[in-house]
């Protein structure tokens, strides 16, 4: 059932930026706005045609966008990405737009669920209900998807099954299952659960094996990383390593073309986070010969910064690394958000391959879509 297309608030548009996500945090006026957090594809999705689908693309123009919301305000927003081709990776703004929500309701999911390769909206509220915002490129048109039992969270949307649709993704952590339920558009076509772990969560979902099927990251109190690597069958478990124990995962990608994942930590007691990759070697028959799993660099964060977004946002087909910070010291009273991004996260493990800039502000008591680690 159709509901309708969503009425942009045009005038607010100029208000931009800030994620939703995890714990409650407390604001410096005392204020207490709660987070609702989410997991989102990590990386672009390579397709039989050599084309691909980037995360949180909006428009479907191949370029990853920044999703927004204002709890405070019931708001959520985009800022388009545009194309730049230069030589130099650049970060350029395209069109912004606001749009009133539902009150009562939070994004619990970012994800293609229709095929078209633009990014859909998934809402929910804390009666478990569910509502789809599907893009057709600037606006979103609304229909109802159902409710969801109690215990079960809602944890993204991502393709497992490979059929170019997302899949809304659960967690059941009273009963160590993960779910899924296969999608198209606002359909439920099937629901599945499967045993998980006692003791351990989902940090990062993507395609890290460059397949149609969805991939999960999985980590516990004992640092270390599973990974279930997703196929037509199932999903396969493998162990990866174990990371900092003063740290936690915020985020995995592809490793460039060489078979590998990175997996990146950020340090608790101190502003930095690591890069650590999981590299597969093969033999000569072209079998899985050995694999590492080490830290490979660590890069330094200012104080509050976290990871707000992961996508292709300058064109060149990696997973860029957005940090964003509620309250840069540096930026104007009006727009104390800042964000920074680091480039180059795919390239080889022998060469530099990173490099990091400021590339917007953005106004106080808005946040970016997804995880605020």
Same mark, same amino acid.
Not at 78 to 92: A, G
Not at 253 to 260: H, K, P, S, T, Y
């Given at each position: 059932?159709?509901?309708? &297309?969503?009425?942009?608030?045009?005038?607010?548009?100029?208000?931009?930026?800030?994620?939703?996500?995890?714990?409650?945090?407390?604001?410096?006026?005392?204020?207490?706005?709660?987070?609702?957090?989410?997991?989102?594809?990590?990386?672009?999705?390579?397709?039989?045609?050599?084309?691909?689908?980037?995360?949180?693309? @909006?428009?479907?123009?191949?370029?990853?966008?920044?999703?927004?919301?204002?709890?405070? %305000?019931?708001? @959520?927003?985009?800022?388009?990405?545009?194309?730049?081709?230069?030589?130099?990776?650049?970060?350029? %703004?395209?069109?912004?737009?606001?749009?009133?929500?539902?009150?009562?309701?939070?994004?619990?999911?970012?994800?293609?669920?229709?095929?078209?390769? &633009?990014?859909?909206?998934?809402?929910?509220?804390?009666?478990?209900?569910?509502?789809?915002?599907?893009?057709?490129?600037?606006?979103?048109?609304?229909?109802?998807?159902?409710?969801?039992?109690?215990? *079960?969270?809602?944890?993204?949307?991502?393709?497992?099954?490979?059929?170019?649709?997302?899949?809304?993704?659960?967690?059941?952590?009273? &009963?160590?299952?993960?779910?899924?339920?296969?999608?198209?558009?606002?359909?439920?076509?099937?629901?599945?659960?499967?045993?998980?772990?006692?003791?351990?969560?989902?940090?990062?979902? #993507?395609?890290?094996?460059?397949?149609?099927?969805?991939?999960? +990251? *999985?980590?516990?109190?004992?640092?270390?990383?599973?990974?279930?690597?997703?196929?037509?069958? #199932?999903?396969?478990?493998?162990?990866?390593?174990?990371?900092?124990?003063?740290?936690?995962?915020?985020?995995?990608?592809?490793? #460039?073309?060489?078979?590998?994942?990175?997996?990146?930590?950020?340090?608790?007691?101190?502003?930095?986070?690591?890069?650590?990759?999981?590299? %597969?070697?093969?033999?000569?028959?072209?079998?899985?010969?050995?694999?590492?799993?080490?830290?490979?660099?660590?890069?330094?964060?200012?104080?509050?910064?976290?990871?707000?977004?992961?996508?292709?946002?300058?064109?060149?087909?990696?997973?860029?690394?957005?940090?964003?910070?509620? &309250?840069?010291?540096?930026?104007?009273?009006?727009?104390?958000?800042?964000?920074?991004?680091?480039?180059?996260? @795919?390239?080889?493990?022998?060469?530099?391959?990173?490099?990091?800039?400021? +590339?917007?502000?953005?106004?106080?008591?808005?946040?970016?879509?997804?995880?605020?680690?």
């Amino acid at each position: 059932m159709k509901i309708g &297309k969503l009425v942009c608030a045009a005038a607010m548009a100029a208000c931009f930026s800030v994620p939703a996500v995890a714990q409650e945090s407390v604001d410096d006026a005392g204020l207490t706005v709660t987070e609702h957090p989410f997991l989102q594809e990590a990386n672009e999705v390579f397709h039989a045609d050599y084309s691909y689908t980037a995360p949180n693309d @909006v428009d479907g123009d191949g370029l990853s966008d920044l999703l927004w919301a204002n709890a405070d %305000r019931g708001l @959520v927003g985009y800022w388009l990405s545009t194309w730049d081709y230069s030589s130099t990776p650049t970060y350029v %703004r395209g069109p912004t737009k606001v749009f009133h929500v539902k009150p009562g309701y939070h994004v619990g999911a970012v994800g293609d669920l229709n095929g078209d390769r &633009k990014a859909d909206l998934v809402f929910t509220n804390a009666h478990r209900d569910l509502e789809l915002w599907t893009s057709n490129g600037t606006t979103f048109d609304v229909s109802h998807i159902g409710h969801y039992p109690e215990d *079960w969270r809602l944890l993204g949307a991502g393709d497992v099954d490979g059929d170019n649709n997302a899949d809304l993704l659960w967690w059941n952590e009273k &009963k160590c299952l993960f779910g899924y339920w296969r999608m198209q558009g606002a359909a439920v076509v099937e629901k599945q659960t499967v045993k998980a772990p006692c003791g351990y969560h989902v940090a990062a979902i #993507g395609h890290f094996m460059q397949t149609f099927n969805l991939d999960l +990251i *999985w980590t516990s109190d004992a640092h270390d990383v599973l990974l279930w690597a997703g196929s037509p069958t #199932g999903f396969t478990s493998t162990f990866l390593g174990n990371y900092d124990p003063q740290g936690h995962i915020v985020g995995a990608a592809i490793a #460039g073309d060489f078979g590998g994942i990175n997996v990146y930590v950020k340090n608790d007691t101190q502003p930095q986070f690591t890069q650590y990759e999981w590299i %597969r070697y093969y033999d000569n028959q072209g079998n899985v010969g050995q694999t590492t799993f080490n830290a490979v660099r660590s890069l330094p964060l200012n104080p509050g910064d976290y990871l707000g977004a992961t996508g292709n946002f300058d064109g060149y087909d990696e997973a860029v690394l957005v940090w964003a910070n509620d &309250k840069a010291a540096t930026a104007p009273p009006s727009t104390p958000g800042q964000l920074t991004w680091y480039v180059n996260t @795919v390239t080889w493990p022998s060469q530099v391959g990173w490099q990091s800039a400021t +590339i917007a502000n953005y106004r106080s008591g808005w946040r970016l879509l997804g995880s605020r680690h």
